[in-house]
């Protein structure tokens, strides 16, 4: 375990999973909605703990194979943030002009 729990601005990860706390009705929650629904959108201000809370809350509770894991950063247009990340993550190219549905 590391001397200092808080990382400040930094995200945590799957490996922080010793020093991540607090969390944990959240993370319930989220993992329970993940099998109900298509799609769940994760929305707050920024530095309210998003990405830790699905990089390490979350992930931690799924087995090494049990999904696939995509995490998209808006950067300006939303539909090709997500076009740009499922190009980078995909086991065989995609074709540019599938839709995002098909993509995924």
Not at 32 to 46: A, E
Not at 59 to 82: L, T, V, Y
Request: aromatic share 12%; proline share 4%.
């Amino acid at each position: 375990m590391k001397n200092n729990p808080f990382k400040f601005l930094d995200s945590y990860t799957k490996a922080d999973k010793d020093i991540f706390f607090g969390r944990e009705k959240e993370t319930e929650e989220i993992y329970s909605r993940l099998f109900y629904g298509k799609m769940l959108l994760i929305y707050g201000p920024s530095g309210s703990g998003k990405t830790s809370l699905l990089q390490c809350g979350v992930a931690n509770r799924f087995g090494e194979h049990d999904w696939k894991p995509i995490f998209i950063r808006r950067k300006g247009d939303i539909s090709q943030s997500i076009n740009s990340e499922l190009g980078k993550q995909a086991i065989t190219p995609l074709k540019e002009k599938q839709s995002i549905k098909e993509k995924l």
